[in-house]
């Protein structure tokens, strides 16, 4: 969630910044142009005024008065293009210089020199110049118009460089560049605590269901930030969480105390067909038949307890060797093989990881149990130890009649029984029984065919220490 979240975050914020910055960057380049297009309009309007007396004599003749204007014309002319590099001239209507600087040089016939000369003729002073940009290398034209007696009779024009106004825009968009940066830096920082202040109670409320889901039901959310709405939403999980516990301890209770109750009863009631059956003739198939019955309903109170005990009781995980473990197993069941005519072998070495000892003998014994029970005289079950590096594995496979696709799907649950195997002993809870045992640790028992015939369970065990 934090990988789509935080990006959407970023984006917004990134647009938001282009959406601030860029109008700031026209804005700083408009205020440069606009200082120098103010400066140069100063400029034009003081050369407008020293021009402003010099006039053209028709004759080619002046008096010494108008040609002391026109030389201190020409001078400043010269001066301000040594000085600043830029040109500047006054020119008559005709385009005729009345004085420039460098000499020779007049506004051409076409371009935007020529466009400002002819706007000043029309009494329009320069003031919006189109637009340069850093990246341009366009000159910057300001014309003023020189008025006599209400009549332009000539025009003052500058021809600017502007290198200058170029450098200074481009390092005013630098700085807003970096302060863009800082700010979008800023904004991820903040968008990455927001996400990890709002995304913490949905990892914790995440992690915890985990650990209910897997069997670990006295997980609770700690209480943590965020959002009120999350903040509510952990309170209302954990009393859930804790409706859920105390009713499947209450069917936990209920199965337990159940099963240990009836046993009494069932016991007595076992005594007296027994006494019963000294009254009858012997070999009487009926009572036989009610003994056996209420033999198998013992074993069932007795799996139904165990059920009870083993989904109750809590893990005490310790690192284990599971070979050793295993080839116990093994030996302990070896005389019920032998007397059974099936072959049993293991191949156990050393491995270790994290199990509860006790559980996990419990739900080998059940297994191996299984594979003995319904495999054929002169057969043969193996167990097997290895390990796949985050977890030890106990195979347990035998040469049985095996299952369908059908029969895997349903094996392990509560009370089920394949159809073929009604009349073998069992009430059915022995796996059952022995996943509950495997998943209190965190184990696992999973089962597949083992080919050519017969079932193989491979028994999980994690190798990492509980966190």
């Known amino acids: 969630m934090r990988t789509r979240l935080l990006p959407l975050l970023i984006v917004l914020m990134a647009a938001v910044l282009l959406a601030l910055g860029v109008p700031l960057a026209v804005s700083l380049a408009g205020a440069q142009q606009q200082k120098v297009v103010v400066d140069r309009i100063d400029d034009t309007a003081r050369f407008a005024a020293l021009a402003q007396f010099v006039t053209d004599s028709p004759n080619g003749t002046a008096s010494a008065f108008e040609n002391e204007r026109l030389a201190t014309l020409s001078s400043e002319l010269d001066s301000y293009y040594k000085v600043y590099g830029i ?111 709002v995304l913490k109670p949905v990892r914790v409320l995440d992690a915890t269901t985990h650990d209910i889901a897997t069997g670990r039901l006295k997980s609770r959310v700690a209480a943590a ?70 033999k198998r309903l013992a074993q069932v109170l007795d799996d139904l307890l165990d059920l009870a005990l083993a989904e109750h009781t809590e893990a005490d995980l310790k690192i284990t060797d599971i070979g050793e473990l295993a080839a116990e197993r093994v030996a302990a069941w070896s005389p019920t093989a032998e007397a ?24 080998l014994d059940g297994v191996i149990d299984n594979a003995v029970k319904f495999t054929p005289e002169g057969r043969t079950v193996e167990v097997t130890v290895a390990s796949n590096g985050d977890t030890s594995t106990v195979v347990v496979t035998d040469e049985g009649p095996g299952l369908t696709d059908e029969e895997l799907a349903r094996i392990g649950d509560r009370f089920w029984r394949s159809s073929r195997h009604q009349n073998i002993k069992g009430s059915g809870l022995g796996l059952s029984i022995s996943r509950a045992l495997l998943a209190a640790g965190g184990g696992s028992i999973a089962y597949d065919r083992h080919e050519p015939h017969g079932l193989k369970v491979t028994v999980a065990v994690p190798r990492v220490g509980p966190a």
């Open 225 to 294: 930030g965020g959002p009120p709405e999350l903040r509510r939403l952990a309170r209302s999980f954990n009393e859930m969480a804790d409706n859920v516990e105390d009713v499947l301890e209450q069917q936990r209770a209920f199965v337990a105390d159940a099963s240990h109750q009836l046993r009494n009863p069932l016991a007595a009631l076992l005594l007296r067909i027994e006494l019963l059956s000294f009254e009858l003739p012997e070999g009487n198939q009926e009572i036989a038949s009610v003994q056996s019955e209420g």
């Open 87 to 197: 040109r500047a001239g006054v020119f008559y209507r005709s385009g005729r210089a009345m004085a420039n600087a460098p000499a020779g040089w007049s506004p051409p016939k076409q371009g935007e020199v020529r466009d400002a000369f002819d706007e000043a003729l029309l009494s329009r002073r320069s003031h919006d110049p189109r637009q340069v940009w850093p990246w341009q290398r366009g000159n910057l034209v300001v014309a003023s118009p020189v008025i006599r007696d209400g009549d332009v009779v000539a025009v003052v024009v500058t021809d600017s460089p502007t290198g200058q106004m170029r450098s200074r825009t481009l390092n005013g968009w630098l700085v807003i560049g970096a302060g863009e940066f800082a700010a979008m830096l800023l904004a991820v920082g903040a968008a990455l605590r927001l996400t990890g202040w």
């Open 340 to 363: 059974k005519g099936v072959h049993l072998v293991g191949d156990c070495p050393p491995t270790t990881a994290w199990a509860d000892p006790v559980a996990l003998s419990s739900a």
